[in-house]
């Protein structure tokens, strides 16, 4: 991979990462004042990172953990800096064409497939079973997890859009 090609990889990848995630967070923010839904506190994610250097990759219930300093910087940076790492496996994954022709498809169909990231690896480790399985009402918890992808999906599609403002 060339030097241009791997600046648009990355700048592309950052600008719909960023939109993909903003898309997923303002979803977030009118579903909690319109169904009054409390989205995920990321500082749950910043506390979760920054016990895994100390040796606790999983816990029995994250929310009884000690907090940390700083751990909802840590876990909005992160949550940023997944969305753009998504972005960039989206983009490698279906090539340069993708971003000069954004389609749909791929972009929803790909944000559906990011939910695996928690249903297999943070709920789990944060205590809440695979898949929300401990928690009191797993199925609108996965209900609300796949939505909540797929609309990061829309996220991906509309940023690439607008991205192309930037590759011309």
């Not at 040796?55 to 029995?60: D, I, L, M, S, W």
């Not at 949550?79 to 791929?106: M, Q, R």
């Not at 205590?127 to 999906?153: D, E, M, Q």
Request: aromatic content about 14%.
């Amino acid at each position: 991979m060339n030097d241009e090609l791997l600046f648009r990889l990355f700048t592309s990848s950052v600008i719909i990462g960023t939109g993909a995630t903003l898309v997923m967070d303002l979803w977030g923010i009118l579903l909690q004042r319109i169904l009054g839904i409390v989205p995920l506190n990321y500082a749950l994610v910043g506390r979760w990172l920054a016990n895994i250097p100390r040796g606790a990759f999983c816990h029995e219930n994250i929310s009884m953990v000690k907090p940390v300093a700083l751990e909802s910087v840590i876990g909005w940076v992160s949550h940023y800096l997944i969305g753009i790492t998504f972005a960039a496996a989206l983009i490698i994954f279906t090539g340069n064409k993708w971003l000069i022709e954004p389609s749909i498809v791929p972009a929803i169909t790909f944000g559906a497939l990011t939910v695996a990231f928690p249903f297999f690896i943070i709920q789990p480790c944060f205590g809440f079973g695979i898949a929300a399985a401990k928690t009191p009402k797993p199925n609108v918890a996965r209900f609300r997890s796949l939505l909540t992808h797929l609309v990061f999906g829309l996220g991906l599609y509309f940023t690439a859009i607008i991205n192309l403002l930037f590759l011309e």
